[in-house]
């Protein structure tokens, strides 16, 4: 019995084809195959829950409701009802207010951080280490220490600011309506500069060195090496940090609510965040809680639109 052997040449092109697509077909369910585990992931923990809160922001929601399944579709009247309250007003202002200072102190203390911690310096290593303290703080303890430290009558900071002269009377950071988001803005200020510190030096660090070298036998000093080379260079790293801090800091709950009590005094601490969980789970009205988490999701979205057009422009420029 013998084997007879067709040569490569012999082999119709028809089957070299099919056997091609067949590998390539295997390789793309492959592929699609290891993503299906973060695919479901993202389906399930964050596509599910932004469409329900959609859909309960068009309803009118409230713990009844979400029992017995009677939720009416009542269109846009939950964004009316929650666009003319004042509460709501007011808590757009404190979130921009908290969020724009925080941002600018927390960057600018960063950078001047990175800015230190990347020279040679004796111990820069246990002094980046003791800066990174903050961040690994649980929120709830950062909170809970920051609370001690503004109170009016005990806290360290009254003290400090009267031993050196500062201030003669104690300031009421906490119970003062007109002074209370300033309390919190100093916590977050300083839980947010060791992420900010970070990523920046990682910024910095990626520069050649070789670039301030040729500066610096160009006769550049300091401050044009700063101006010239470092930000310019820094453009990208700054955009992806502020737009990073702004989407944090606009989300912050646990904190303020840890410090204040949920808002207080007289709404004075009670950002976005805050409103909406007052309204969804104080009030129980759901309905009007997601159609504020909804505008928070809206005025992210735009952000985000805005540092994708940056970044992409950056990107032509270089």
């Known amino acids: 019995m013998s084997i ?55 309803e009118q929601v409230n713990v009844g409701g979400l029992l017995t399944g009677d939720t009416p579709f009542v269109g846009f009247e939950n964004y009316r009802t929650v666009l003319s309250d004042s509460t709501f007003h007011s808590s757009v202002s404190s979130s921009l207010l908290f969020t724009v200072a925080c941002i600018v102190f927390q960057f600018g203390i960063g950078f001047l951080l990175a800015l230190l911690f990347q020279r040679r310096l004796p111990l820069v290593g246990m002094m980046r280490g003791s800066v990174m303290i903050a961040w690994m703080l649980p929120i709830v303890v950062s909170g809970t220490i920051f609370k001690w430290m503004l109170q009016s009558d005990s806290g360290i900071i009254n003290y ?78 700054s955009l992806a940090v502020l737009m990073l801090g702004f989407i944090y800091t606009l989300n912050v709950f646990d904190l303020i609510y840890v410090i204040t009590a949920g808002g207080g005094p007289v709404n004075a601490t009670e950002v976005m965040p805050l409103y909406a969980y007052n309204l969804a789970f104080v009030q129980f009205d759901l309905g009007s809680g997601s159609a504020v988490a909804a505008l928070i999701f809206l005025l992210l979205l735009v952000v985000s639109v805005i540092y994708l057009f940056l970044i992409r422009r950056e990107e032509t420029l270089q």
Not at 175 to 183: L, V
Request: hydrophobic share 50%; net charge positive; glycine share 4%.
């Open 4 to 58: 007879t052997m067709i040569p490569p040449s012999q082999v119709p092109k028809t089957s070299v084809a099919q056997n091609k697509r067949q590998r390539r077909a295997r390789k793309i369910v492959g592929y699609y195959l290891f993503l299906l585990p973060a695919t479901l992931f993202l389906a399930i923990f964050l596509l599910y829950p932004v469409c329900t809160l959609l859909l309960f922001s068009f």
């Open 160 to 237: 400090a600011l009267q031993s050196i002269g500062i201030i003669h009377a104690p300031i009421h950071w906490l119970s003062d309506p007109n002074i209370a988001i300033w309390g919190v803005i100093i916590a977050n200020i300083w839980i947010g500069i060791p992420f900010n510190m970070s990523l920046l030096l990682a910024g910095l660090q990626s520069i050649s060195p070789t670039l301030y070298e040729a500066a610096t036998v160009d006769g550049a000093n300091s401050f044009k090496r700063l101006f010239h080379i470092t930000l310019p260079l820094m453009r990208s790293t």
